[in-house]
Antibody
Framework: ELQLVESGGTLVQPGRSLRLSCVISGFSLEDYAMHWVRQAPGKGLEWVSGINWNSATVGYADSVKGRFTISRDNAKNTLYLQLNSVKLEDTAFYFC?????????????????WGQGTLVTVSS | QPVLTQPPSASGTPGQTVTIFCSGDKFNIGSDTVNWYQHVPGTAPKLLIYSDNQRPSGVPDRFSGSKSGTSASLAISGLQSEDEADYYCATWDGTLHGPVFGGGTKVTV
């Protein structure tokens, strides 16, 4: 059975850092691009970041560019998101999602499996 | 503001058909295929429709998608109580160089 399990969400003060993890099972992580998508309270889904199968290409939403870093360790079946200089507006559930292809960038892509999310709360 | 526009809510009684519309422009829906996701808060979002009108294995044929120009739609026929969820359209945006979502439509049965 294909599973994605996020962890690392917590209460954090503005300006601080934290790292989210997503452990996968049931498929070979090295075959697929991966993404992080978030949902702020009362809001819709927002794409945050994507990384292709070999980490050669990454992308970020403008709202997090320069503050967040996506990475992966295929040997450990784990996807990461480093959140630095967090802001109040980063408060959200963060979901990891599997791409249908090996590249995150481009047309005709979709997210065919998702985790249940981990909650990040930014507050002083 | 979400790049793709959806109505915030839709409702129907059991057995009815509900249709959700998603509007974009030539740089997103007008240039790429549309996907739809179902999300029950507190659970993992689920891929419902991909490539405008294709259903993944396991998705009932009560769910159907279509696209015309810069708009897309999701129809849920034979509405059931278990269909209560938030529904999101999504596609690639050529100006933002990334995936974009609609604001979501809450379906009430």
């Amino acid at each position: 059975e294909l599973q994605l399990v996020e962890s690392g969400g917590t209460l954090v003060q503005p300006g601080r850092s934290l790292r989210l993890s997503c452990v996968i099972s049931g498929f070979s992580l090295e075959d697929y691009a991966m993404h992080w998508v978030r949902q702020a309270p009362g809001k819709g889904l927002e794409w945050v970041s994507g990384i292709n199968w070999n980490s050669a290409t990454v992308g970020y939403a403008d709202s997090v560019k320069g503050r967040f870093t996506i990475s992966r360790d295929n040997a450990k079946n784990t996807l990461y998101l480093q959140l630095n200089s967090v802001k109040l507006e980063d408060t959200a559930f963060y979901f990891c999602a599997k791409d249908k292809s090996s590249s995150w960038y481009g047309w005709a892509n979709w997210f065919d499996s998702w985790g249940q999310g981990t909650l990040v709360t930014v507050s002083s | 503001q979400p790049v793709l526009t959806q109505p915030p809510s839709a409702s129907g009684t059991p057995g009815q058909t509900v249709t959700i519309f998603c509007s974009g422009d030539k740089f997103n829906i007008g240039s790429d295929t549309v996907n739809w996701y179902q999300h029950v808060p507190g659970t993992a979002p689920k891929l419902l429709i991909y490539s405008d009108n294709q259903r993944p294995s396991g998705v009932p044929d009560r769910f159907s998608g279509s696209k015309s120009g810069t708009s897309a739609s999701l129809a849920i026929s034979g509405l059931q109580s278990e269909d209560e969820a938030d529904y999101y359209c999504a596609t690639w945006d050529g100006t933002l160089h990334g995936p974009v979502f609609g604001g979501g439509t809450k379906v009430t049965v």
